[in-house]
Nanobody, 125 residues
């Protein structure tokens, strides 16, 4: 049963912005670390950004200074504000939840406690 539902993806030109959202519809992951991952065709999954329940964050080097992860506990929603988008940001973006610390979750390549269905982001040059 899907517990995490992403939205907000779309097609933008390079330099543009998008705001992704992920709703924890079952209210099951409030105490978990939440993260955004992405996967492009033919490429490995990449951890993009993670935020722990105390608000501490971690980012992949490729998105530092451009992406911001945040969460609204009252709305049970995780966000990813993506600015200065580049064609290489094109991928399917997924949100996930697990009990690892943020940095560890970003580099985790196994299964997670929860995983959304994804939202497509396409950046054209």
């Amino acid at each position: 049963q899907v517990q995490l539902v992403e939205s907000g993806g779309g097609s933008v030109q390079a330099g543009g912005s998008l705001l992704l959202s992920c709703v924890d519809i079952g209210y099951a992951y409030r105490s978990y670390c939440m993260a955004w991952f992405r996967q492009a065709p033919g490429k490995e999954r990449e951890g993009v950004a993670a935020i722990d329940r105390d608000g501490s964050t971690s980012y992949a080097d490729s998105v530092k200074g451009r992406f911001i992860i945040s969460k609204d506990n009252a709305k049970n929603t995780l966000y990813l504000q993506m600015n200065s988008l580049k064609p290489e940001d094109t991928a399917m973006y997924y949100c996930a939840a697990d009990r690892f610390p943020p940095q560890a979750l970003l580099t985790w390549h196994g299964t997670t406690d929860a995983w959304g269905q994804g939202t497509q982001v396409t950046v054209s040059s």
